[in-house]
């Protein structure tokens, strides 16, 4: 039950951070301060750092198994990002988003990884 309720807070917190983030572009795009080529790349750009930063705090509170925390969490996260895109833009699933799906999973482990063995001991 602990575990659960720290992925829901992280996942929380990385949705809300993502729709803060969603609003600010979708500003400078108004505004036409902001290419949407550089919002895109922007965007994909600080999800896989918010992975990442995810990634290392579920690592830093794990005993052990960083690869397994962030596996776990990944996998949460993979989720909720697919049921987002099935949601706003139907289900449309092909090479490139299992590419990105695979690397966010992929940062997310890594993440882990790097948070288990920067664990003060």
Do not use: D, R, V
Request: charged share 10%.
């Amino acid at each position: 039950m602990k575990n659960l309720k720290s992925y829901g807070k992280q996942l929380a917190i990385f949705s809300i951070t993502i729709l803060s983030i969603t609003i600010f572009f979708s500003i400078l795009q108004t505004f036409n301060l902001i290419s949407p080529k550089t919002t895109h790349i922007l965007s994909i750009i600080i999800i896989m750092l918010l992975t990442l930063i995810m990634g290392i705090k579920e690592g830093k509170k794990a005993n052990s198994k960083g690869y397994l925390e962030g596996l776990k969490l990944g996998g949460l996260l993979l989720l909720l990002l697919l049921l987002l895109n099935t949601i706003f833009y139907g289900f449309n699933f092909n090479l490139n988003s299992f590419i990105y799906y695979l690397a966010l999973l992929s940062i997310t482990i890594i993440g882990a990884m790097i948070g288990i063995n920067k664990k003060k001991k």
